[in-house]
């Protein structure tokens, strides 16, 4: 197996190159930016990358956006993220699509030298390695990001009604509760779903159910 490393602390990249001549793997370019990783992965196609998140020149995502354009153009080049952060857009990028052959872990977590070369060999071999942690992070984003998520039952079922084309009149007798009921939830439903009220209450209308529709 050949690898390219990307990190750029030089001591971190070396270490990591001893761990994997143990698990006879072999390492065929250590770079310290993300510029030169592509430029490796071009040059050497290797069977795996080792990328850190944040590199340089900017130090925050770097390194996982250099991931998303090898898996890109580079579709069989396995990838494992080995990172102190989970960069949670980035990673969910990655991980939005085909999940063979890629991996995320998190340095501090890493403890076993030989878990570690079995995951970087299950990612290479078309596997995944997902910390707990990363897993964990990304389903509380996941569940962040659908606004739906944050309505309460019964404000769903007052958007389902508005999705048919109710009135709240109509929805108060379909649902057997009060108009007042039915304005508070329909406000609720505007709140969550981040529907401005200086908008037109008709245009927040349709905005909401267009969402629910989405969903």
């Known amino acids: 197996m050949r690898a390219v490393i990307a990190d750029d602390s030089v001591l971190l990249r070396e270490g990591i190159t001893r761990l994997l001549a143990e698990g006879d793997i072999e390492v065929v370019a250590g770079v310290g930016d ?11 196609k290797p069977d795996l990358a080792v990328i850190d998140v944040r590199m ?14 090898i898996r890109r153009r ?3 080049v396995a ?3 080995l990172s102190q952060f989970v960069e949670e857009r980035y990673a969910t990028e990655l991980l939005a699509g085909d999940t063979r ?5 998190l340095k501090d977590r890493v403890a076993d030298v030989a878990e570690f070369i079995e995951a970087l060999r ?8 997902l910390d707990p942690e990363v897993v964990r992070q990304l389903l509380a984003r996941s569940r962040q990001a659908d606004p739906l998520g944050r309505l309460t ?12 084309g109710r009135s709240n009149a109509a929805i108060a007798d379909a649902l057997v509760i009060s108009m007042g009921a039915v304005e508070k939830r329909v406000a609720g439903i505007f709140m969550k779903l981040d529907l401005p009220p200086d908008d037109e209450l008709t ?13």
Do not use: F, K
């Open 101 to 105: 052959g890629i991996g995320y872990l």
């Open 122 to 129: 299950r990612v290479a071999s078309g596997g995944t390695a």
């Open 74 to 76: 580079w579709p069989d």
């Open 153 to 164: 039952p019964r404000e769903r079922e007052v958007l389902a009604l508005m999705a048919e």
């Open 203 to 215: 245009h927040r209308r349709v905005m909401a159910v267009v969402r629910y529709l989405n969903s």
């Open 79 to 81: 990838l494992l993220v």
């Open 34 to 44: 993300a510029g030169s990783l592509l430029a490796a992965v071009q040059s050497h």
């Open 56 to 69: 340089p020149p900017g130090h925050r995502d770097e390194g996982l956006r250099a991931a998303i354009e």
